[in-house]
């Protein structure tokens, strides 16, 4: 029998962020996951944005969130000694009038005056953009599989991994300490992605499951170094590819990339530029989302030391870090969990 601090169910983003801190608290931890760290994060096109949406909505809680996202990877590309985050701009297209008198309202409005600029902005021919365009920034756009290769590589050497499938009903709660299979920990906590529906212990949630597509395609004629939001999302990812997506379906739940989304995507991306492009991979994902859109944090209201965190939906990249110690100065230095992000505002 080997003895814990933490078991962390789920090596996702969110798991593999929170057994980080975890770790530099000096605490002893294993992670138990069947996938070996594939999860939707995979398939994300890496953005912590400030304003979202044809409306210009500013990103909630931005204001602390950007910087602790900036904080904490530029500190863990120092000390994985990789390299996968750079900071950039969206390039938003005007698409009608109406965009673009929303852009006029917001662009000296001082909440908003940060992250956008007044200036309107004319594209080379191969995008459309009749209404011109306008820049937000800052924007940091992350490498996500480098980010989750390094992250990776570092908990193969500081903690115990566990490659099986978990089964919440062979979970043994004893005095104060939790078993599954030959571990024994202090504390467990679940991050479990969109598996968390499977989860006897924090069933009662009211998780949601978006399934998100998305094409990566090259095109050497676009030239494009900045991330394009028209009508739909294009990210540069070096060497002429580029991510375009995503989508959301709310009923379907397998990670088949389906004929229909592709089309989708296909016209929005031809809406979006005037030249050629190679579709090269078409990719699903199942994002962890929350009926209120805010991430579940928190202990369990029966089991002692039994903890969730977890519905990070399309914002795991700016949430993870900051809410992940936030967790973790709760049970190691008796925080607070905000009351927008704390489990017990659900019965």
């Known amino acids: 029998m080997q003895e814990f601090d933490f078991l962390i169910v789920g090596k996702g983003l969110a798991g593999s962020i929170l057994a980080f801190h975890l770790i530099q608290e000096k605490q002893n931890v294993a992670i138990i996951d069947s996938l070996d760290g594939r999860s939707s994060s995979q398939q994300a096109a890496g953005l912590v944005n400030p304003i979202t949406g044809r409306r210009f909505v500013k990103s909630w809680k931005i204001e602390e969130l950007f910087p602790s996202a900036l904080s904490f990877y530029s500190n863990l590309e120092r000390e994985l000694n990789t390299s996968f985050l750079k900071e950039t701009s969206v390039l938003k297209v005007l698409l009608n009038r109406e965009q673009q008198n929303d852009f006029a309202s917001k662009c000296t409005d001082p909440i908003y005056t940060p992250y956008m600029n007044s200036e309107l902005i004319r594209l080379d021919k191969e995008i459309p953009n009749p209404f011109a365009c306008v820049e937000i920034k800052p924007v940091l ?207």
């Open 141 to 347: 756009q992350i490498e996500v599989q480098n980010l989750i290769r390094a992250l990776k590589t570092y908990l193969n050497k500081a903690c115990s991994l566990y490659q099986m499938e978990f089964i919440h009903e062979n979970l043994s709660i004893q005095n104060k300490s939790f078993q599954y299979d030959q571990i024994k920990s202090k504390r467990i906590i679940f991050c479990e992605g969109n598996y968390v529906s499977s989860n006897l212990f924090f069933n009662y949630l009211p998780n949601r499951f978006a399934k998100g597509e998305a094409l990566i395609i090259k095109a050497p004629e676009l030239k494009l170094n900045l991330v394009l939001s028209s009508h739909i999302n294009i990210c540069p990812l070096g060497k002429d590819k580029y991510y375009v997506g995503a989508t959301y379906n709310w009923d379907d739940r397998s990670l088949k990339p389906s004929e229909e989304k592709k089309a989708f995507l296909i016209e929005r991306l031809e809406s979006s530029i005037n030249c050629t492009y190679e579709i090269l991979e078409q990719i699903a994902g199942i994002r962890p989302t929350v009926l209120d859109r805010r991430p579940l944090l928190g202990e369990h209201p029966k089991h002692q030391g039994m903890y969730i965190f977890n519905g990070m939906g399309t914002k795991g990249l700016s949430l993870a870090p900051y809410f992940s110690k936030q967790l973790v100065d709760c049970i190691l230095h008796q925080g607070a969990i905000e009351p927008e992000v704390n489990i017990n505002r659900f019965s």
